[in-house]
């Protein structure tokens, strides 16, 4: 039982466009999220998080979205950089509880 | 250090054998995890400390799996009669909380 979903094991995008990775999850519980990014022989690095008393967090190039009624998430990556290429995880807890984590989705970012 | 770090960062068992992981978390950080992550899937939780006491083992597969932190700072993760199924990365993060958890690098166990 997947509770939380990237669809896309894999995405590419020209360098200086806009990166968009999808998140989707079933329980209705889950009141925090986090993106977490990865790189080959690496611990995940903490990206950006968004609790879901909001719809919208920005970080610099990291915007994340929460559509809390749709149970999705997103995160836009703009401008897109060669060193943005990694595995990017999304993940989500229920208060302070244990983090699931979805199957992540590999971003190639085209120079 | 600056960092989680874990050691060894490989391992190779032979299937039945018991096997170590080890873990030092970030000076300071009360919180601790391990995770397991299997090729091609997410990290999957397997246990939480705060200090010394281990307050979540849910996520343990089975009771070949042990883990403990007995001074609050250095966490071992050890695994018993080791199978092919246990093969993975396995992950120690730090926080202050469940959320915003450091992780090391992690340690690629193969089991043969």
């Known amino acids: 039982d997947q509770q939380v979903k990237q669809n896309s094991p894999s995405l590419s995008v020209q360098e200086g466009r806009i990166s968009i990775l999808n998140c989707d999850y079933t329980n209705s519980m889950f009141d925090y999220f986090l993106w977490y990014k990865k790189y080959p022989a690496e611990g995940p690095t903490f990206l950006i998080s968004?609790?879901?008393?909001?719809d919208k967090n920005e970080d610099g190039r990291f915007t994340v979205f929460l559509n809390k009624s749709a149970k999705h998430l997103s995160l836009h990556i703009v401008p897109s950089q060669p060193g943005d290429s990694a595995v990017y995880f999304c993940a989500a807890s229920v208060g302070n509880e244990k983090l699931t984590f979805g199957t992540g989705t590999r971003l190639t970012i085209i120079p | 250090g600056a960092g989680v770090s874990q050691s060894p960062r490989y391992k190779v068992a032979k299937r039945g054998q018991d096997v170590a992981l080890r873990c030092d978390p970030i000076?300071?950080?009360?919180?601790l995890f391990w995770y397991q992550q299997a090729l091609g899937q997410g990290p999957e939780f397997l246990t939480y400390?705060?200090?010394?006491?281990?307050?979540?083992k849910s996520g343990l597969p089975s009771d070949r799996f042990f883990a403990e932190r007995p001074e609050g700072s250095v966490s071992t993760l050890k695994i018993q009669r080791t199978q092919q199924e246990d093969s993975a990365v396995y992950l120690c993060?730090?926080?202050?909380?469940?959320?915003?958890?450091?992780f090391g690098p992690g340690t690629r166990l193969t089991v043969l």
């Open positions: 000076s300071g950080h009360v919180s």
């Open positions: 400390f705060q200090n010394e006491a281990q307050l979540d």
């Open positions: 968004i609790s879901s008393i909001k």
């Open positions: 993060a730090g926080g202050s909380s469940y959320n915003e958890q450091f």
